[in-house]
């Protein structure tokens, strides 16, 4: 007689073993997806803090440029108003050096004979007030005036005889000339340096 084999303790405690490995592989699958999404979700998070730190330094660089670009006007209003102090600062200096020099020349151009007795410097005209002794001293000192090459529109406005205080016979005159700017100057000179090289060639 064949005996019966009872299969089904096995049977069952295969089925239970399938039905542990597979609850263990969901497990493990579900434990892999949500250790991938905490990362991925930790990944952006740090992107986006990163993100957010770019954002606020730009902001901060932003903010710097439009203080520096806000004081612009400013510093260009301070430039310009320095600028003018320095114009007139070299005004000054150009027209003391010319009053310098006028100063320095002008008795080597007065003959004896004549006297001033005022000098106006207007810009670039000078007027003279004076008298002289004869019509020919005056003219040798128009003439000194006009062979200067600094200056010119030599100009005699007015010519008065009078007498003086022995009763001499005296001429009051009332004249002008012009002084040229500095670079005209320059010019002249230069100019009257080659024309002397030229005569000598």
């Known amino acids: 007689?064949?005996?019966?084999?009872?299969?089904?303790?096995?049977?069952e405690q295969q089925r239970l073993q399938h039905k542990k490995r597979f609850i263990g592989g969901i497990v493990?699958?579900?434990?892999?997806?949500?250790?991938?999404q905490i990362g991925v979700a930790q990944y952006f998070l740090e992107q986006h803090n990163i993100q957010r730190a770019r954002n606020q330094t730009l902001h901060q660089e932003i903010a710097v440029l439009e203080h520096r670009l806000s004081i612009l006007p400013?510093?260009?209003?301070?430039?310009?108003?320095?600028?003018?102090?320095?114009?007139?600062?070299?005004d000054i200096q150009r027209e003391r050096n010319r009053v310098t020099r006028l100063f320095s020349v002008l008795p080597g151009l007065i003959p004896q004979g004549v006297y001033l007795e005022s000098l106006v410097l207007n810009n670039n005209t000078v007027d003279l007030h004076g008298f002289g002794d004869s019509n020919g001293r005056l003219a040798t000192f128009l003439g000194n005036i006009?062979?200067?090459i600094w200056l010119n529109d030599v100009?005699?406005?007015?010519?008065?005889?009078?007498?003086?205080?022995?009763?001499?016979?005296?001429t009051r005159f009332n004249a002008s000339f012009s002084m040229l700017a500095r670079g005209a100057m320059k010019q002249t000179e230069v100019s009257s340096t080659d024309q002397l090289v030229r005569r000598r060639q």
């Open 74 to 90: 400013e510093l260009d209003r301070q430039r310009d108003a320095l600028n003018k102090r320095l114009h007139v600062i070299a």
């Open 28 to 36: 493990s699958t579900l434990l892999l997806v949500l250790f991938v």
């Open 155 to 170: 100009a005699m406005h007015s010519i008065v005889a009078t007498k003086g205080e022995a009763q001499q016979d005296l």
């Open 1 to 11: 007689m064949i005996k019966q084999i009872n299969l089904l303790p096995w049977r």
């Open 146 to 148: 006009e062979r200067t």
